[in-house]
Every structure is written in C-alpha cells, then in structure tokens.
C-alpha cells in the first residue's frame, strides 16, 4: 500500500487549510490543538497484544473530530500516525496511507457525524461523545479488517473468508477498547466544558449544545 495514496490528497489539503485558517483566526485554539493531538497520540500509541500476533489500541480521534470538526482531526491524525510509524515502529511509513484512512479520515468523521445526528435528536453531550468516540474506534477497525482482507485474500473463501476472520481478531480487543475510549472522552469533555468553555464557544464546538436546548 502505497505512502499516501492519491485520493488521500485532496482530503488532506481541505483539513491543512482549516488547520491554517483557524490557528490564524484564533490563535489561543492552539493549546486546544495540542491537546486533542497529544490525546490522539498518547492513546493510539497503546498496543495491547489481540489474537494470532495482531495487536489492537483506541484512536483517541473522536475528541479532536468532536472539538474542531473532521477536516482539521483528518491533518492531526496523519502526523500522529506518523511520529508513530518514524518514532515507535508502529504502523508504518509504506502503509500510512492505508492507516490514514481508516483512522485519521473514517474514524473523524464518522465521530462527527454520530456527534452532530445524536445532539440535533436531543440527546445529552455525554451519550452524544460517548457513542461517537466509541462506534468512530469500531468504524476504524472495520475499515482495517476491510483493507487487511483486500490485501490478503483466503486461498479458499477469498475476501469474505478473510475479512470475517480479520473482523473476529480485532472484535476480541477491539470492543472493550472503544468502550473504554468512549468513556475517557467523555470524562476529557466534560472537564474542557467546565473549565474552558469560553474557548470552546468561540471555537464554536458548543454549537450543537445550543442548536439542541
């Protein structure tokens, strides 16, 4: 798989152009900024060992997506796949592209897009983060099984043999991890909503909040 494959490219540069226009619109998110990619970065780092030699961890991209919409998470998200691949051999340089995609692109948006359906039915910030962060942590699996499956096809039951069993070695980890990162989310959020809500209204992450009362 290549680098970062081409259909990446476009996506990437829409999420460098929000990243560029809100660090200069308001220079304070950058603490913010910082936090949600140390966030990402600290808890995708976490590999804990699944079946047959793989190896599972949270991806930590639903705050970011929650906090400053998918686009900018999308940027955050590849240079923390990144450092990861250069810094802790983990991932790596050839298959950036590949974890690019099922982390930093479909793991952010489907967050956001479970984050803006669930607060616009009504539901509470905490079950909005919770689900959000949690099924965002599952989508990046599935789309990894899919892409493993791809790659590597049963000699016998070809892809769908293989995605079946890629999708039952990463469910063995995979659920109780997305769980438990749905659940730190919403503890991270609920803390930055106490005590740094003037930032995030003017980041206009409290949107929604508003949208639904």
Avoid at 58 to 68: D, N, R, S, Y
Avoid at 117 to 124: E, H, N, S, T
Avoid at 125 to 130: R, S, T
Avoid at 146 to 154: E, H, I, R
């Amino acid at each position: 798989m290549s680098l970062l494959v081409p259909h990446l490219h476009p996506l990437l540069g829409e999420g460098g152009y929000d990243l560029s226009r809100l660090v200069k619109e308001n220079r304070n998110s950058l603490l913010l900024l910082g936090s949600a990619g140390g966030f990402c970065f600290v808890l995708s780092s976490l590999k804990i060992p699944s079946v047959s030699g793989s190896c599972s961890h949270p991806t930590g991209v639903g705050l970011g997506a929650i906090l400053f919409r998918p686009w900018v998470m999308t940027v955050i998200g590849t240079i923390v796949l990144g450092f990861q691949a250069l810094l802790l051999a983990h991932g790596g340089i050839t298959t950036l592209g590949a974890n690019a995609m099922s982390m930093a692109i479909v793991g952010s948006f489907s967050a956001w897009a479970l984050y803006r359906i669930l607060k616009r039915v009504g539901a509470p910030m905490w079950l909005a983060v919770f689900v959000a962060a949690a099924i965002s942590d599952l989508l990046t699996y599935c789309v990894t099984a899919t892409q493993l499956a791809w790659a590597f096809p049963d000699p016998i039951s070809g892809f769908l043999g293989s995605w079946t069993k890629f999708m039952a070695i990463f469910a063995v980890t995979q659920i109780p991890l997305a769980i438990s990162e749905g659940l730190l989310t919403v503890v991270v959020v609920t803390y930055l909503v106490k005590y740094s809500r003037s930032e995030l209204e003017r980041l206009g992450a409290l949107r929604m909040q508003k949208e639904a009362a």
